[in-house]
């Protein structure tokens, strides 16, 4: 998660904490500058989700959360 937020020009402040575990996902909260950045690794069951975000913002930008990045092998997502 820090080195995708430096990556992005976030610079982490402060430890990252774990916001929830689900099976089917885990959520990461850290604090930057530019407000609070999340990190989403989805499961099997939620593996559409950051590609389904990816579109979303495309299509509707108000309506979802701002995909700052996504993992290009790993259903992972930075928001």
């Known amino acids: 998660m820090r080195a995708a937020c430096a990556r992005h020009g976030r610079e982490v402040q ?3 904490e774990q916001s929830h575990t689900w099976p ?3 959520v ?3 604090r930057t500058p530019r407000g609070v950045v999340y990190l989403k690794c989805c ?3 939620q593996a559409h989700e950051p590609k389904l975000t990816a579109l979303l ?3 509707a930008p108000r309506d979802v959360p701002t995909l700052i990045a996504r993992h290009p092998r790993r259903d992972w997502m930075l928001l």
Do not use: A, D
């Open 28 to 30: 990461f909260r850290v």
């Open 14 to 16: 402060g430890g990252i």
């Open 43 to 45: 499961g099997p069951s």
């Open 24 to 26: 089917w996902s885990t």
């Open 57 to 59: 913002q495309r299509v």
